[in-house]
């Protein structure tokens, strides 16, 4: 499967915007789509994830209850809606896929080039 992040850019804080991971090439159904993201400086982490069958979506203790992750799978596409963004939360996000519950960046693969997202005041 390859992986494409589009959706990023320049907000000001308490903004919304959405990500989307558009999907191509030969899915693993029951494998998940993971969010994830880097700020400069800083480890690679995860955001939130979900099934590509099914929903069962999880988040980052950082951005539950302000993010929301979805998908259409006749789109083949995974969304992250984000509202309420912080300046906490500019960093660059990478879609990737791999086992559903897992948070550790290792274990997905598949990563697609990122978007970038500021948040500025």
């Known amino acids: 499967v390859q992986l494409q992040a589009s959706g990023g850019g320049l907000v000001q804080d308490g903004d919304s915007l959405r990500l989307a991971c558009a999907a191509s090439?030969?899915?693993?159904?029951?494998?998940?789509i993971g969010w994830f993201r880097q700020a400069a400086g800083k480890e690679r982490e995860f955001v939130a994830g979900?099934?590509?069958?099914?929903?069962?979506?999880y988040y980052a203790d950082s951005v539950k209850g302000r993010f929301t992750i979805s998908k259409n799978n006749d789109k083949r596409t995974v969304y992250l809606q984000m509202n309420s963004l912080k300046l906490e939360d500019t960093a660059v996000y990478y879609c990737?896929?791999?086992?559903?519950?897992?948070?550790?960046?290792?274990?997905?693969?598949?990563w697609g080039q990122g978007t970038l997202v500021t948040v500025s005041s």
């Open positions: 090439g030969r899915i693993i159904t029951s494998s998940a």
């Open positions: 990737a896929t791999g086992p559903w519950g897992r948070r550790r960046h290792s274990d997905f693969d598949s």
């Open positions: 979900i099934r590509w069958t099914g929903n069962s979506p």
